[in-house]
């Protein structure tokens, strides 16, 4: 979690193939997993969010090569705390006729 703007902003690029300027928020978590970072373009700059977590860890789901698409909803579960793995999303839409 030494990273800052520019190392994070270099990860984005590199490991995860993305755009730092593209308007995605790019999430990392530290190996204990107690701390958060966020990074996003603000439109002029680039803004960094900064958590530590006095208890408990952050649980983020593995994805392809360490990285994981996530909605703005999981998100907010994440740093809230809820764990993602227990959640069950109910069914919200069908076409007529299915």
């Known amino acids: 979690m030494r990273k800052g703007f520019d190392g994070l902003s270099a990860m984005a690029a590199e490991v995860m193939g993305r755009d730092p300027l593209s308007g995605h928020l790019f999430v990392f978590r530290n190996n204990r997993g107690d701390r958060l970072k966020v990074l996003y373009w603000g439109g002029d700059g680039l803004c960094l969010w900064y958590k530590r977590l006095e208890a408990g860890t952050f649980e983020l789901r593995k994805g392809e090569g360490g990285c994981a698409e996530?909605?703005?909803?999981?998100l907010m579960m994440l740093i809230e705390g809820i764990n993602m793995a227990r959640v069950e999303r109910r069914k919200r839409f069908a076409l007529a006729g299915r």
């Open 70 to 74: 996530i909605s703005n909803a999981e």
